[in-house]
């Protein structure tokens, strides 16, 4: 008897499957519910590291998927391609490609010695007028650290100098518009404003000074960049292009 009550009771404690209008549930033997998602298939997302492939890409491939398909541009630095959600896959949404500018050099605010301003100047910025206005400052930069000594033979005063001086005496520009490698190469740079600032012990400040507005102008050239590539898919209206 004792034995025939144990079965009953493990019997009615089972949790069972339920199938209720194309769902499949999970009841517990406490009442407990839970619903049965399907696993769905989809292919991983394509990496890519330029706007070129990711054009080649959709160019070759666009007519063999369901139209239309959308690219958005998150940020400056990344572009996703994804169709329209699947009602057969619970609207699952495929995202086919995504884009990375991952061979950036990207700016930092701060200051930097010498040497090492001028290697930035030459190596991650676009060429333009502000770059040559720095290199041309930063090449008449005079740092001053001696001292002069005034000894009439029965005392000896000592004036010390340390600080920077321009060779020739001007005005600073306070802003420099610049165009920093922050984005993906194949379009323009964004360029934006920034402060100049010299310390006293000869290092270079430059700090950017447009509130981070240059991201929206990036964001807009690829967007621009893509539009002109893809031009026949967005008129025949294949693909959708929205930052």
Known sequence: MLKEFIAHIQKTTQPFV??????????????????????IYHPDTLPLHSLEALVKMVQTEAANMAAP?????????????????DPDARYFRQVYYEA??????????????????????????APGEGVDYLLDLIS???????????DNGVSQT??????????????IKPRVPLSPFRTFQEVEQPESEFLLRLDEDGNIGLFEADGGMWKLTAR????????????????????????
Do not use: W
Not at 30 to 37: A, L, P, S, Y
Not at 101 to 122: C, H, M, S
Not at 140 to 150: A, C, L
């Open 100 to 125: 990375k500018a991952t061979d950036v050099p990207g700016f930092q605010d701060g200051f930097r010695e010498y040497e090492k301003a001028i290697i930035e100047l030459r190596s991650r910025f």
């Open 220 to 243: 807009k050239t690829i967007k621009a960049f893509l539009e002109a590539n893809l031009a026949d898919l967005v008129a025949s209206e294949v693909v959708y292009i929205a930052l």
């Open 18 to 39: 339920q199938q209720v209008d194309g769902s499949t549930f999970v009841i517990s033997g406490n009442g407990g519910v839970e619903e049965i998602h399907p696993d």
């Open 158 to 171: 000592v004036e010390a100098r340390q600080g920077i001086a321009l060779k020739t005496m001007e005005h």
């Open 69 to 85: 398909l959308y690219i958005t541009i998150p940020n400056h630095l990344t572009v996703r391609c994804f169709g329209q959600p």
């Open 140 to 150: 008449r930069i005079n740092k001053e650290n001696g001292v002069t000594t005034n």
